[in-house]
């Protein structure tokens, strides 16, 4: 295997990477954003407030996105899997 293809294998399970945790870190900042406006709007600064939200809306996007991710993380591996042979040289 050579320097490119290594290069070229750790690109897609970089991009594999950030297109499973962006949906939920993204869903956990909004929702965040969301929370501190509303406390900067009613004067409650509770820092637990934030966080339960974050949590919530984390919990709630990672099971909303499960199959999707599954399904995506399924197919990189049956790729990789495939071309196992080409790899170990």
């Not at 399970?13 to 969301?34: E, Q």
């Not at 709007?41 to 999707?68: C, D, M, N, R």
Request: net charge positive.
């Amino acid at each position: 295997m050579s320097i490119g293809e290594l290069a070229q294998l750790a690109r897609k399970m970089m991009m594999l990477y950030i297109s499973l945790a962006g949906p939920i870190i993204i869903a956990g900042m909004l929702l965040g954003l969301i929370v501190s406006v509303v406390q900067a709007i009613t004067q409650i600064q509770e820092q637990t407030l934030s966080f339960v939200f974050k949590v919530t809306a984390s919990l709630g996007a990672l099971l909303l996105l499960a199959p999707w991710m599954l399904k995506k993380v399924s197919d990189f591996a049956g790729s990789f899997l495939g071309n196992l042979d080409k790899f170990v040289r």
